[in-house]
């Protein structure tokens, strides 16, 4: 790679040895990826739960606060994806005390590099959206794809070692979505049938996730009847970035960079046509067999402010009678609150979390603390996660979720 | 002996494990025993300890950038990876932990390597993958 005098020098070591060991992983990254130098970013985004990081991760990471303040801060504005837990509500989780201890070393340690502790999936809802042509370091993969296809941002997936670098030298490597030659289509998704549960449009992330592969495919879509709203894109592009590993996606006539499909068509781009039996056979591929289950999950990502909204309208005179978790951000707690969702939710049953993530946050002792295994939610990127976890996901709309809930766990009539 | 676009890490040898499916540690892993826990996966239920993973493409979320680094301090971990796509998590994860990855091929590496199969695994120069048994 190509470096300036300035990357050199940091290289050197002459800004303290965090930012020479920043760089020379961002070196290795970006030789990998064929980055013929850096670019400058204008902010960060860290995901870093203690369950990703370990004991050794958290320990790794303790042993660079001790470096006096001007080596170990971050240069530009560097904000944190969910954490591990709610510590207001640990205790109903039924989470450990070492997971909350770690939980608190890690905190310690990103407040110490100058990290915000935004602890959020939703920053390009509530913190700051980043603009058309804006190059960033985004950790998380919603909030990359959403950044990406709806801003016009770009970023490339930055996993949390990466995006602490990126805060730190305040750049990265330049391959992959910072380049125009990476944004164009390479899969043409004609749709016949327009999503209109949130669910939906995960489900029809999904699909698109898994006709496109890998990091490197870019879909466009074509045949939606109308322009999603944020909270529609957010859960489409979730389940994209979550089932294909896409960081890219157009949707012709309404994101910003495919006004035209000729703005992004490649010659080698080809067509696959996605429909109603589609989307109803990849919700029901989760369904099946599955009569009841034990708990009921919004998260992932975490809950907007109009979708605390919904939730409290559907569970008015209803009463969850099994547990029925809504997680949302710090940014929207407060108003939550302020507004009497949270008091309406938690008045019906439910329990609403906030800075966290369900699957970032210990999902596989939390369901065995709980006894929890089948488990109900809207999020169609919360259905792929938890599998792994021992966890048997159905995927079902916002409202059956809380009818489900209401009726002791039981599906359907 | 198939040649790779990109590795880093050291030589090693193990036993392949192949399929022609993805790769995420958070997704598909149980990180704590050793296997592929995620029931939709091909290598479902099996072990991954000490073996070289052949898979299709890198999937999944950024948590696996920590997740290798972790595994690695544990002991619980794959000899390396060998990939059809990379993405740049497994990359980044792979540079924190120093383990050995290979990716980009100019055929199926799923189909080219057996199940089962002692095979050498060189991110240096040229880096490649060849069955030695």
Redesign the interface.
Same mark, same amino acid.
């Given at each position: 790679m190509n470096l300036t005098d300035e990357e050199q020098a940091m290289r050197a070591g002459a800004f303290g040895p965090l930012r020479q060991w920043a760089i020379e992983?961002q070196i290795?990254?970006g030789s990998?990826? +064929?980055a013929a130098d850096f670019v400058p970013v204008s902010q960060a985004h860290i995901?870093? *739960?203690t369950e $990703?990081? @370990?004991?050794? @991760?958290v320990a !790794?990471l303790e042993g660079w606060t001790r470096l006096p303040p001007d080596q170990r801060r971050v240069r530009i504005p560097t904000i944190s994806d969910p954490r591990g837990t709610d510590f207001a509500a640990a205790a109903r989780l039924k989470q450990q005390p070492w997971m909350l201890e770690r939980e608190q070393r890690a905190i310690a340690v990103f407040e110490a590099l100058g990290v915000l502790m935004t602890d959020t999936c939703i920053n390009y809802q509530t913190i700051m959206p980043p603009v058309r042509g804006e190059h960033v370091a985004y950790? *998380?993969?919603g909030v990359v794809i959403y950044s990406n296809s709806v801003c016009g941002a770009r970023s490339?997936?930055?996993?949390?070692? $990466?995006a602490l670098g990126a805060g730190l030298t305040g750049r990265t490597p330049r =391959? +992959?979505f910072h380049l125009d030659a990476h944004r164009r289509a390479t899969l043409l998704v004609r749709v016949g049938f327009s999503p209109r549960e949130l669910d939906e449009w995960g489900a029809l992330g999904g699909i698109v996730g898994r006709l496109a +592969? *890998? =990091? !490197?495919q870019v879909p466009a879509v074509v045949g939606v009847d109308r322009v999603p709203t944020s909270d529609e894109m957010k859960h489409f592009g979730a389940a994209l970035? $979550? =089932? @294909? $590993?896409v960081a890219l996606f157009h949707m012709v006539g309404i994101t910003p960079e495919a006004q035209r499909l000729e703005d992004v068509a490649s010659p080698t781009m080809h067509t696959r046509d996605v429909g109603e039996a589609d989307i109803r056979a990849f919700q029901q591929s989760y369904t099946r067999d599955i009569g009841a289950v034990d708990v009921v999950v919004f998260s992932a990502p975490q809950l907007s402010l109009i979708e605390m909204r919904q939730l409290a309208d559907l569970l008015d005179g209803r009463h969850a009678t099994i547990p029925l978790l809504a997680v949302t951000s710090p940014q929207v707690k407060p108003d939550a609150d302020r507004l009497g969702l949270t008091a309406r939710i938690e008045a019906a049953g439910g329990t609403v979390l906030a800075g966290m993530c369900f699957?970032?946050s210990y999902a596989?002792e939390v369901r065995e603390a709980n006894g929890w295994q089948r488990l109900a939610t809207n999020s169609a990127k919360l259905t792929?996660?938890l +599998? @792994? =976890?021992?966890y048997r996901p159905v995927l079902m709309s916002m409202a059956v979720c809380v009818e489900t809930a209401c009726a002791g766990g039981r599906i359907g009539p | 002996m198939h040649y790779a676009r990109a590795g880093m890490g050291r030589l090693v040898r193990g036993q392949a494990l192949v399929a022609k499916d993805g790769f995420s540690a958070r997704y598909d892993l149980d990180r704590v025993r050793g296997v592929f826990s995620r029931p939709e996966h091909k290598l479902a239920g099996q072990s991954f300890l000490g073996r070289v993973l052949v898979l299709d493409a890198a999937k999944g979320g950024v948590a696996t950038a920590w997740m290798l680094h972790e595994m690695t301090a544990r002991g619980i971990m794959p000899a390396a990876l060998v990939l059809n796509a990379v993405n740049p998590i497994m990359v980044q994860g792979a540079a924190l932990a120093d383990f050995t990855m290979i990716s980009g091929f100019d055929l199926d590496i799923t189909a080219a390597i057996p199940d089962g199969a002692l095979v050498e695994v060189d991110p240096g120069e040229r880096p490649c993958i060849r069955v030695l048994a």
């Open positions: 992983h290795k990254v990998y990826l +064929g995901m870093a *739960d $990703s990081l @370990g004991e050794a @991760g !790794w950790g *998380d993969t490339n997936f930055e996993g949390g070692p $990466s =391959y +992959g +592969g *890998d =990091y !490197w970035a $979550s =089932y @294909g $590993s699957y970032q596989r792929n996660i +599998g @792994g =976890y021992g | -």
